[in-house]
């Protein structure tokens, strides 16, 4: 089994409390349609356990089978230097089968960001960086596809299928 090799820190992007016991992680791409079919798993199991969880979410485009990958995680990235990252992410997912441009744009104007602004973010590749280390941080982990889960740092090689019952074993054994 592997083990999240490099730990949560404040550059990550969390959603729960920070001194939550119970840290789940996912490395996703946001055009791949596994990581899309997790999304709503993932959402109603933070929601069941509300305050008891602190998830991460770290960008891993396959950009070799999804075109549009690596300009999603730029938006998310974008979005997230405005303070709107889980908005961002959520409303990605949510229309996955409308990725592109166009999406790109509804996107800023919904969450009234800067559409020029992110054109240059993404002229200029101002987050690859950010992307990259995610990736290489996900590839020494052992993460070769997605999405991969992490509980409490170690690889749950169940996917979605397991996610649920391992979550509830980590919170009852955290009580």
């Not at 200029?124 to 991969?148: K, M, Q, W």
Request: aromatic share 10%; glycine share 8%.
């Amino acid at each position: 089994m592997s083990s999240l090799r490099i730990p949560v820190s404040p550059h990550d992007h969390t959603s729960g409390p920070a001194d939550a016991e119970v840290v789940l992680v996912e490395y996703g791409d946001y055009q791949c349609p596994y990581c899309g079919a997790a999304y709503p798993v993932v959402k109603e199991l933070l929601a069941a356990y509300e305050g008891q969880v602190r998830f991460v979410f770290r960008n891993f485009p396959l950009a070799e089978v999804h075109a549009e990958a690596v300009d999603a995680a730029f938006v998310a990235e974008f979005a997230a230097e405005h303070g709107k990252f889980w908005e961002a992410h959520d409303l990605l997912f949510e229309h996955q089968q409308q990725l592109g441009p166009d999406l790109y744009a509804t996107i800023c104007e919904r969450l009234d960001l800067p559409l020029d602004e992110l054109r240059a973010a993404v002229a200029e590749e101002r987050y690859l960086a950010r992307i990259r280390a995610d990736e290489e941080g996900g590839i020494r982990s052992g993460v070769n596809g997605t999405p991969t889960f992490f509980l409490n740092g170690h690889r749950l090689d169940s996917g979605t299928e397991g996610l649920a019952e391992a979550l509830a074993g980590v919170i009852q054994r955290s009580l």
